[in-house]
């Protein structure tokens, strides 16, 4: 009785394996969660006081269904300032995350017979929305031994007469990899030259730890804007994932397309998350830098230890909060291993088969710094019980 374009679609498995790991801890069991991708800092509380305050104003009737104008007009400072293009406000649409702003996206945007390109590793939701939008998306394979990074030759070799549209996602869910001016522009002249939409999903634009930086396609190429949907939000940046509020950015008729989507869906995002991301946006920007501090650390913590692993190989991400380590040398796909961690070492990740990379694991170190040492006292226990040897077969 399904409909046809859900063959194939489950839930997300990062989230279904966070659902797992909070319900373990809830039980009282000692585990050291490295699933959510969220930080573990509290929402700052400049922002929680302005939802109070909207509570109390009475702020808590529907609103303009794109979002409230103050909100529009700060997002398009905020994306303009850091990137340089000039977003009217017109041109942003306030959604229920961003995940809600690319579902809208390729909802408005694409139909049966189009391809989509997405790199992989991907972030697990990318096929799905492409799917649930009845077009088909098409994987193109980046390699370790480049960082991971985007190969615009790769992508021309899987272009067709069909292909729609290109999913770009930097820093990366999960490899943490950050595209450099050199490929964003490349991918650009291709995109231009093809007349490719691309979707440009920079969600963890803030997280990117020195020396290197984010930038965004937008930069490389600011004529792209014509052809592109920015996607970012608070949701990372400012923890704020259970707040709900994300936005795209592109070409008037775009946003007005995806806007009717919405108003036939969801309507308006909630008008008190709407406020707090106006006190986010507006206020002191002064938490990202204490959050991005916080997460270079950790990320070094987590990135050593786990090298230190026999069988594991694990790069230093540039940017996100996610080490995305390879586990063959254990000898099991990840799905095995991370079923292993999690039973005999309470140590629960998200393994990569559901990011389209079988043989790598993926731990969040937006986590503190207690699981971390925890989790990787358990895994370093866990190896040296097996005498550092592969994982018994299942
Ligand atoms: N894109 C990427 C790459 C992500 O990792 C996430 C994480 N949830 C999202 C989009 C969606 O963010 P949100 O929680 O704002 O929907
Ligand atoms: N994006 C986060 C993650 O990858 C949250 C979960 C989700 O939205 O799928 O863990």
Request: glycine content about 8%; aromatic content about 6%.
């Amino acid at each position: 009785m399904l409909a046809d374009r859900l063959r194939g679609i489950e839930g997300s498995p990062t989230l279904v394996l966070a659902a797992k790991a909070k319900a373990l801890a809830k039980a009282g069991k000692p585990v050291a969660d490295f699933t959510a991708g969220e930080p573990d800092v509290p929402t700052p509380a400049h922002v929680k006081r302005a939802a109070i305050e909207a509570i109390e104003a009475n702020r808590t009737y529907y609103t303009p269904v794109a979002g409230i104008p103050e909100l529009r007009e700060a997002a398009a400072r905020h994306l303009n300032q850091a990137r340089g293009t000039r977003y009217e406000p017109s041109q942003l649409l306030v959604s229920d995350g961003a995940k809600h702003s690319l579902y809208n996206a390729f909802q408005a945007l694409c139909q049966a017979g189009d391809e989509v390109l997405v790199f992989s590793p991907y972030w697990v939701s990318y096929p799905p929305l492409v799917q649930l939008a009845s077009a088909k998306p098409v994987i193109v394979a980046t390699r370790e031994e480049d960082g991971f990074l985007p190969d615009p030759a790769a992508v021309r070799q899987a272009l067709t007469a069909r292909t729609k549209a290109l999913v770009l996602n930097s820093p990366s869910n999960p490899t943490g990899a950050v595209i450099d001016e050199g490929r964003l522009k490349a991918l650009a002249a291709l995109a231009l030259e093809r007349n490719l939409m691309v979707i440009t999903d920079e969600i963890y634009d803030a997280l990117v730890y020195p020396p290197a930086a984010h930038r965004s396609i937008l930069q490389a190429s600011p004529e792209l804007a014509k052809q592109t949907v920015l996607v970012a939000g608070v949701s990372k940046t400012y923890s704020m994932t259970g707040w709900r509020i994300g936005f795209a950015a592109g070409p008037k008729e775009w946003i007005e397309a995806m806007t009717n989507v919405q108003s036939h869906s969801t309507s308006n995002p909630a008008s008190i998350s709407q406020h707090a991301a106006l006190a986010a946006l507006t206020g002191d920007q002064g938490c990202v830098a204490d959050m991005r501090r916080q997460f270079e650390q950790r990320r070094n913590r987590l990135v050593e230890g786990l090298s230190r692993l026999p069988g594991l190989r694990c790069q230093k991400p540039d940017g996100a909060f996610y080490a995305w380590c390879n586990v063959s040398g254990l000898g099991q796909p990840a799905g095995a291993i991370a079923a292993q961690w999690l039973e005999d070492a309470l140590v629960a990740t998200v393994p990569g088969e559901g990011f389209g990379a079988p043989q790598h694991i993926r731990f969040s170190f937006a986590a503190s710094g207690e699981t971390i040492e925890r989790g990787l006292r358990a895994l370093g226990a866990w190896s040296a019980k097996r005498g550092g040897k592969a994982c018994r077969t299942a």
